[in-house]
């Protein structure tokens, strides 16, 4: 016999469906649903949820009770549940439940407790008929103190401050002493008195020519590594005109100088920096160079016997130091400060004679341009500016929105064009004479070098251009087209200066940060 079972008729509805297309009815609405259970739902899961993390129950409460609570939360640590809907919840508050009670829970931030306030106790004599005792108004409190004098143990304490105050006080003023300089050769002067600082004339290349070597070439490997430097090198300088040696100040607070060519030895040390020393500069002869350190200190030295001749300091870092080029003008410097201002400072008296204070940012750079009637300066407001020398307002400020900071500016050799490390990976060159155009044509890109100040060069007859960049690579390109001609691995870490030499047709030096100053031919 075939017995009817119920089945249960009718469509069924998907649950999972957001919208019904027909009228179903209130059965086939509310049915449980079909099939069954996930058995791999956990709880949170197959709980009802409107939301990733639960059901969340619209509720409205308005700005200022919502604020209160939340302020009253914060301060005092507790706030009225506001998922308490029964009355019979055993308590209302959410957080230090403790302070709540103790508070009667009344305490929110808005209403503050009634606190009575104990008034000070004054003399009193308000009979004015009692002509000398009368104080009325103008009667002191009971407690009053008369004499401000420290206990004996603030004083003791004050006495220390005072005492650690004056002994910094000294220190900073004693900092620029105990400047030192070790000669690594063994004689100062050769068989005919002269010093390190004459010009060698057998080096198969005349040093003392004035004209650029004809046509310059690719330089291909490393040829010799000064090593001396226990940390990174910050910058090399060559000796003017001549360049047959070379400075390096370094990471390692010391500033050393090298034989180019010979033996290539280290000739002397100048120890008298206490901090990383940042830039370096010699005057026109070679005889002095200036350094600028992190200790904030400028030192004056000269470049035969290693004496530090004086030191300036504005009591700021200073980032870039030059001497001025003109002849006339050897006892005026320039350096680009951390406060923003170029300061030049007169050699002879040692004030500061003239201050720049235009920049919006720390001054990166100062190149002198123009025969040496203007400098170029820029910053880190991205920014740069031409001022003529001596007037302290800019007669050419050039900034972009697309500019990025360029922290590294170098005067192409026929003086007409400027290359600037640009912080956006590539190098700007931008006419020296008049106009200060940027080149659009002239754009040199390829290597990486944001946040780190490589030093750009050219060869002497502005056939290449060359830079480090953040990988350690010396990169050379091709002044005419642009293109990036080679990169040579030249140190492990940031390869931050890289020079050509003067009067040689491939030989480039490098410095980096891992403490190494390279030859390159």
């Known amino acids: 016999v075939l017995f009817q079972e119920d089945v249960e008729t009718g469509v069924h509805l998907d649950p999972a469906i957001k919208e019904v297309q027909y009228n179903p009815t209130y059965e086939t609405m509310f049915a449980p649903e079909f099939g069954p259970e996930n058995p791999f739902r956990t709880q949170q899961m197959a709980a009802p949820r409107n939301m990733l993390s639960g059901y969340a129950e619209p509720a ?41 009670e103790k508070n009667q829970g009344s305490l929110t931030v808005f209403e503050t407790g009634q606190r009575k306030i104990e008034k000070r106790k004054k003399f009193k004599e308000n009979d004015a008929s009692n002509i000398d005792g009368f104080l009325g108004p103008w009667a002191k409190y009971v407690d009053e103190k008369e004499v401000a004098k420290p206990s004996e143990e603030e004083q003791k304490e004050l006495d220390e401050i005072t ?21 690594h050769v063994k004689e100062m002067y050769d068989y005919q008195g002269r010093s390190y600082l004459h010009v060698p004339q057998d080096v198969g290349v005349n ?44 990471m390692d607070c010391k500033i050393k100088l090298w034989e180019v060519y010979g033996d290539r030895r280290c000739l002397r040390t100048f120890i008298g920096h206490s901090k990383a020393v940042r830039d370096i500069c010699f005057n026109n002869a070679g005889t002095q160079f200036l350094s600028a350190a992190y200790d904030r200190y400028l030192k004056l030295w000269d470049t035969e016997t290693g004496q530090c001749i004086s030191r300036f300091t504005n009591r700021k870092v200073p980032y870039c130091v030059k001497f001025n080029p003109d002849e006339d003008k050897q006892n005026l410097f320039v350096a680009g400060m951390s406060d923003k201002k170029i300061v030049q400072w007169d050699i002879r008296s040692g004030e500061i004679v003239q201050e720049y204070d235009r920049h919006l940012g720390a001054v990166n750079t100062i190149v002198f341009v123009d025969e040496n009637r203007r400098f170029v300066s820029t910053s880190d407001d991205k920014s740069l500016r031409v001022w003529e020398w001596d007037i302290p307002v800019d007669f050419k400020y050039i900034a972009e929105p697309s500019m990025h900071s360029m922290p590294a500016v170098t005067l192409s050799p026929n003086g007409k064009w400027l290359a600037c490390q640009s912080m956006d990976n590539q190098i700007l060159i931008f006419g020296a004479q008049n106009r200060f155009r940027l080149n659009k044509k002239k754009i040199f890109k390829g290597h990486m070098v944001a946040g780190y100040a490589c030093q750009v060069d050219f060869s002497p007859d502005m056939s290449y251009v060359i830079s480090g960049d953040a990988d350690g690579k010396l990169n050379i390109w091709d002044w005419k087209t642009t293109k990036l001609y080679s990169r040579l691995k030249a140190h492990d870490k940031v390869c931050i200066g890289a020079v050509w030499h003067p009067h040689e047709t491939s030989k480039v030096i490098t410095c980096g940060w891992d403490g190494l100053i390279k030859l390159w031919d």
């Open 207 to 250: 040093l003392r020519s004035t004209v650029p070597p004809e046509k310059c070439y690719l330089p291909k490997k490393q040829i010799h590594v000064w090593s001396g430097h226990t940390k990174g090198v910050s910058a090399v300088r060559l000796f003017p005109l001549s360049g047959h040696i070379m400075l390096s100040c370094s």
């Open 163 to 183: 005492a650690k105050r004056q002994k910094r006080g000294k220190l900073e003023d004693d900092k620029p002493g105990e400047e030192k300089t070790i000669l």
């Open 60 to 100: 409205h409460i308005n700005d200022f009770m919502f604020e209160q609570q939340r302020r009253t939360f914060a301060t005092y640590g507790y706030a009225l549940d506001p998922s308490v809907d029964n009355p019979e919840a055993a308590t209302k508050y959410i957080g230090s439940v403790e302070e709540a």
